[in-house]
């Protein structure tokens, strides 16, 4: 049995004929091999930058701006109908100015958010009967609102509008076709010996992408449905259905937990290198001389285990603050709440919640309490941060 699979098209992955052609033919072998396939398309390599500039230049802006920053994906989304069509496969091209247009957001021009419930239900009535008797290529990155304003989904949009599509459509998978063929252990252009990862979880790919991978974007990332897998791969590999890095998971939109032991803050006065200690912190930090580490250890036995540094000179002193909580505040709209650090500092302190210690990384925030008061201050942020 096959499988329904949204592939995403796009960028250097698209340049010339020859490269329409060539995802035409690989698309042919999947769908006549018995897989429902919808193509979302971007467009050509360089083009939106090109129309942007023009359009800044003659002074659009707003809306204008976004339905001319859009038009490469239309005229892409023709292109691969057209492509599609001359060998054999039919294929209709989707754009906004369709009957049949799936994605709708807000009126944010630039980067606007899908309206999920909207963009579900006309993905459900218009498309979904079509798959498996036709291949939809559907334009990326642009959307319009409920109104019919067009707008754009900012950047990685194209991304992002295959992982709502299939979101929407109950795919299997959703497939992002980069030239890197997959996730890369890292950027190949500075480590030579760097690999293709096999599979990451959604969590670990949105950590990178937020931490500068440029091979997905983590708007994309934060759509994904628990019940469908991302592909990063080639079509060097001839198929859009094997191969490539396998992204698995789901990220909520925003949650609050709480350790569920009580935590130890150890303070280190360091004056040397602290390689081989055998501790693993939940969290740690540093700066000038200072190391802490969160471990829910005892903290006699953490301060057994470090006190030897104490004594070969590499720790200068030792401090421990135990009977903590701490509380991780994490998820994908984390980057939607402005003033975030505020937003979690202000309603503790209006409480007379003192806080401990704040480490964030990327979208994880982790908040470090009194143990006693973990409860109510894991309630207080998650009103705060609705």
Not at 140 to 145: A, I, L, N, P, S
Not at 189 to 217: D, F, P, Q, R
Not at 231 to 237: A, F, K, N, T, Y
Request: charged share 25%.
């Amino acid at each position: 049995m096959g499988k329904r699979v949204v592939v995403k098209l796009g960028g250097s992955v698209l340049s010339s004929p020859e490269d329409f052609m060539r995802a035409a033919e690989v698309t042919k072998r999947d769908f006549e091999a018995g897989n429902e396939i919808l193509l979302v398309v971007s467009a050509m390599k360089g083009q939106t930058d090109q129309l942007i500039d023009m359009a800044r230049k003659v002074g659009a802006s707003g809306e204008l701006l976004d339905a001319i920053a859009g038009l490469g994906e239309v005229l892409s989304a023709r292109l691969m109908a057209s492509a599609l069509n001359s060998i054999g496969v039919p294929s209709v091209a989707i754009d906004p100015c369709s009957p049949i247009w799936p994605i709708y957001t807000d009126g944010s021009f630039g980067d606007a958010d899908p309206d999920i419930p909207t963009t579900c239900g006309a993905a459900i009535s218009n498309i979904e009967h079509m798959l498996g008797k036709c291949v939809p290529v559907v334009c990326g990155y642009v959307g319009k609102t409920r109104e019919g304003k067009l707008t754009t989904l900012g950047r990685g949009g194209s991304d992002t509008t295959a992982v709502i599509l299939a979101r929407c459509l109950r795919a299997d998978e959703v497939v992002l076709v980069k030239d890197s063929g997959g996730i890369m252990s890292a950027d190949p252009k500075i480590a030579g010996n760097a690999h293709k990862l096999s599979n990451l979880s959604a969590e670990e790919a949105l950590t990178l992408s937020m931490g500068g991978a440029k091979v997905l974007h983590h708007k994309a990332v934060r759509y994904l449905s628990p019940t469908v897998r991302m592909r990063v791969l080639s079509i060097d590999g001839g198929s859009f259905v094997r191969g490539g890095t396998i992204i698995s998971g789901h990220i909520p939109e925003l949650k609050v937990e709480v350790h569920e032991k009580p935590v130890s803050m150890v303070t280190l006065i360091v004056d040397g290198d602290l390689n081989g200690l055998d501790l693993r912190p939940l969290s740690e930090s540093k700066l000038d001389k200072a190391v802490i580490l969160y471990l829910d250890e005892p903290p006699e036995e953490v301060v057994k285990k470090v006190h030897p540094l104490v004594e070969r000179g590499v720790v200068k002193a030792i401090s421990v603050k135990k009977d903590l909580a701490m509380i991780k505040v994490w998820g994908g709209a984390i980057e939607d709440v402005p003033g975030v650090i505020n937003k979690i500092s202000d309603p503790l302190a209006s409480m007379g919640i003192n806080i401990h210690g704040l480490q964030t990384v990327h979208n994880k925030i982790a908040v470090f309490v009194d143990w006693k008061n973990r409860e109510v201050a894991a309630s207080e942020l998650e009103e705060a941060l609705g």
